[in-house]
């Protein structure tokens, strides 16, 4: 998360001075050493050769000094993102990395708001590094985020999944991959083909098409991969809206409560109708749960139970999302195992 801490070295009002009862040569030494370490960056050591005492007494004076309000430490991020709900959902989820932003007013119920792709192309900013190969999956989510990229370090940049219409693969998530690969200068694999198939027969033939097949080769290398949630409800799931109302029927009665990448997962967490993932061109769940860092973009209270469930299937490892998700999954039960145990609630 992109944050900084700035330190300000105030003097003391006549009253405080008294209580603390501090010659006019102690102030000015506490505040010297109190400068070295927040502003300057010295460590406890140089301070003390540089003053001739020792490193126990420049600890000592630095505690005096915040106890006694010489010095003042101010934590400043960003107003748009919230650090304490960040902190407290990381905690919660056992997550990597957790990112709170503040929800859109006058959009508290709309999925995944666009400000969220903003900060996640900052996040994979400092996530990625030279040499990674990049994973991204369809999503709303996910295309706003490779829009809003402006730096990459050089990387290999692969579709996860298919399409939602392969007729609208220019301006998603094949779109994505391509406008990732050209911000880091590496080289880009789409997938052109629909995320969903009639039948496993179908599925498997286009696998082993030359350009899908060759994008399939680095799901097994991805290092850093991005992901949505969806939710069991129409407009809200992708793979939900590609279905009939009888196999809508039929995944519901599995207790399906959210979608990511083509898979199903109940509320706790545990991977149902996994046949549908025959008919899928996607990443499989077990890769991705060998991926070491999985970003899911999810937001909205609509979307708090299927992040929720997805968060407690272990596959994600790190959270971008708006305070209005935040707020119903730091009150959504029983506290989940870590997200950083990576073993399949279910079996494999």
Avoid at 118 to 125: M, P, R, Y
Avoid at 305 to 321: E, K
């Amino acid at each position: 998360m992109n944050s900084s801490e700035e330190n300000a070295v105030s003097g003391m009002s006549a009253a405080g001075r008294s209580a603390m009862r501090m010659g006019p040569a102690e102030l000015v030494q506490a505040a010297a050493m109190a400068r070295r370490f927040y502003l300057e960056g010295k460590s406890k050591i140089q301070i003390a050769e540089e003053f001739g005492v020792s490193r126990f007494k420049v600890a000592r004076v630095l505690e005096t000094a915040l106890e006694r309000d010489l010095v003042r430490i101010e934590i400043r991020v960003p107003a748009e993102l919230d650090a304490e709900r960040s902190d407290a959902l990381r905690a919660r989820y056992g997550l990597r990395h957790a990112v709170v932003v503040e929800s859109p007013a006058e959009a508290e119920e709309t999925p995944d708001p666009e400000n969220l792709g903003e900060v996640a192309a900052d996040l994979l900013g400092e996530l990625v590094d030279e040499g990674d190969v990049l994973g991204l999956a369809w999503g709303r989510s996910t295309i706003h985020m490779a829009a809003a990229l402006d730096r990459l370090p050089p990387c290999t940049v692969v579709q996860l999944t298919g399409v939602y219409d392969a007729g609208t693969a220019e301006r998603g998530s094949v779109e994505a991959v391509r406008r990732a690969a050209q911000v880091s200068g590496g080289d880009a694999h789409p997938i052109y083909a629909p995320m969903l198939l009639p039948d496993a027969a179908t599925a498997q033939a286009l696998r082993h098409q030359t350009g899908i097949a060759r994008a399939f080769e680095y799901f097994d290398k991805v290092t850093v991969a991005c992901v949505s949630i969806g939710s069991w409800e129409p407009g809200i799931s992708t793979v939900h809206d590609m279905l009939s109302d009888e196999e809508r029927a039929h995944y519901a009665s599995l207790g399906v409560a959210a979608e990511m990448s083509a898979h199903l997962f109940d509320s706790d967490g545990r991977r149902v109708g996994r046949d549908l993932g025959e008919r899928c061109i996607t990443v499989t769940a077990h890769q991705l749960r060998r991926v070491p860092e999985v970003v899911a973009i999810a937001g909205g209270q609509r979307k708090g139970p299927a992040i929720d469930a997805v968060l407690r299937s272990g596959l994600v490892t790190s959270l971008v999302t708006d305070t209005s998700a935040a707020d119903y999954l730091m009150a959504a039960g029983p506290a989940p195992r870590s997200a950083l145990n990576r073993s399949d609630p279910d079996g494999p």
